[in-house]
């Protein structure tokens, strides 16, 4: 199969630490972005997921519940220590 050389642009820093990885798997950066692109074609896609960070629902309550308290801290209780919240907790279960 005939070879054709490609130029792409990546951080100095990232170039640099990517190929003391793969040396140290035993390949060069030609070699690692041959397979990465022989995976793509073979997945038709990118070989993992790419996504936004979207928090679940019950992170975004949980959010919800921080800027409620901050915003209104009167509307809660407030404890000396945390031992003190613990041992509420552990005798309401």
Do not use: W
């Not at 793969?22 to 692109?37: E, I, K, Q, R």
């Not at 209104?72 to 209780?77: A, G, I, S, T």
């Amino acid at each position: 199969m005939a070879k054709v050389a490609t130029n792409i642009s990546i951080d100095q820093d990232l170039k640099k630490e990517s190929m003391e990885l793969f040396a140290d798997l035993g390949m060069d950066l030609s070699t690692a972005v041959s397979v990465f692109l022989r995976q793509c074609v073979r997945v038709q896609g990118f070989p993992f997921v790419i996504s936004r960070e979207t928090p679940n629902s019950e992170s975004i309550a949980a959010m919800n519940e921080y800027y409620e308290m901050k915003e209104h801290p009167e509307r809660y209780k407030k404890y000396s220590s945390f031992r003190e919240g613990l041992e509420e907790v552990l005798n309401e279960a």
